[in-house]
């Protein structure tokens, strides 16, 4: 059975400062994605890595996938409020299907 | 990239009742998915919608309880079936849209709201 685990699972941060999400899982993948969700909301794409050594980035936020360790990573340059929400790596199997990681809920304080 | 709209965005619901969630693309998709949301926590695939064939099951999810239809490229629905207030959770649509070429990604939709009193 796939396993999915991200950490920190709960992130609370100062405007300005850099963090890493840390994203592994169990099982031969070669596709994972990261999304958002804000409160109430459904999930925004933010990434997708589709091979080793993948590194995507936008804005503040810049993803890399390791597809040997099983690990990707989301890092958050000079963090601002607005980045505020529940990241969720996720892990693409046969047939299309996600498995999700438990999320990430990084807050950004002033 | 691909829309998804569901209906209905949230209902409340009493237990041993059924309620019906429709999904709807704006484009014609190959793969689509229903995924559950409880309270709190992350997502579980409850079934792949394959089209002109019945849905195929995660483990722990059954078709009596979460019947899928699948009709057209476009459309699906799933039922959730005689609710006990453990099926509150949030319900979302997902599709894989081509991109072009070999690429494609996963869209959601913006999810149901189920609260079963």
């Known amino acids: 059975e796939l396993k999915v685990e991200q950490n920190p699972l709960f992130l609370s941060m100062q405007e300005g400062k850099n963090y890493t999400i840390y994203c592994n899982y169990s099982?031969?993948?070669?596709?994972l994605y990261w999304y958002r969700q804000d409160p109430g909301k459904s999930l925004e794409s933010l990434f997708v890595l589709l091979s080793n050594g993948a590194v995507k980035q936008e804005g503040r936020l810049m993803a890399s996938l390791d597809t040997k360790a099983r690990l990707s990573t989301l890092h958050i340059t000079a963090a601002v409020h607005d980045l505020s929400a529940t990241y969720f790596c996720?892990?693409?199997?046969?047939?299309?299907?996600?498995?999700f990681g438990e999320g990430t809920q990084l807050t950004v304080n002033p | 990239s691909a829309v998804i709209s569901q209906k209905p965005s949230r209902d409340i619901c009493q237990r041993g009742t059924s309620l019906t969630i429709q999904c709807q693309v704006d484009?014609?998709?190959?793969?689509m998915f229903w995924y559950r949301q409880q309270p709190g926590q992350s997502l579980t695939l409850i079934a792949t919608a394959n089209q002109g064939s019945e849905a195929t099951y995660e483990s722990g999810f059954v078709i009596d309880k979460f019947p899928i239809s699948r009709p057209n490229l476009t459309f699906s629905t799933l039922t959730v079936s005689n609710m006990s207030p453990e099926d509150s959770s949030i319900y979302l649509c997902?599709?894989?849209?081509?991109?072009?070429?070999?690429?494609?990604?996963?869209?959601f939709g913006p999810g149901t709201r189920l609260t079963v009193t």
């Open positions: 997902s599709v894989e849209a081509s991109l072009g070429g070999s690429r494609y990604e996963q869209y």
């Open positions: 099982t031969t993948s070669d596709r």
């Open positions: 996720a892990v693409e199997t046969s047939g299309s299907r996600l498995t």
């Open positions: 484009s014609q998709v190959t793969m």
